[in-house]
């Protein structure tokens, strides 16, 4: 086997390498965009569901405030 054969070989083996490469880094880009997606989607909930919280404390304390004043009035304090 000469040289400039072993050389051939090893320059489509390169080839085959480089195109296996090619493949895994478009499928780990493509994964990469859906995990993106993901934590943006999953932020919008996270955000949504703090403001919900926020909303429910401030209606549970005025209802708090409502009871505590109501107390006071039948107390008569």
């Known amino acids: 086997m000469g040289y400039g054969r072993r050389a051939n070989q090893r320059v489509e083996e ?7 490469l090619t493949v895994k880094l478009k499928e ?4 990469a965009e859906f995990a993106e997606k993901s934590v943006k989607k999953l932020q919008k909930e996270v955000d949504r569901l703090e403001d919900l919280l926020f909303s429910d404390k ?3 304390k005025a209802i708090t405030d409502d009871l505590d004043q109501t107390f006071a009035e039948l107390t008569g304090y």
């Open 28 to 31: 780990a880009e493509a994964r």
């Open 14 to 20: 390169y080839k085959r390498q480089i195109k296996t």
């Open 58 to 60: 401030e209606k549970y």
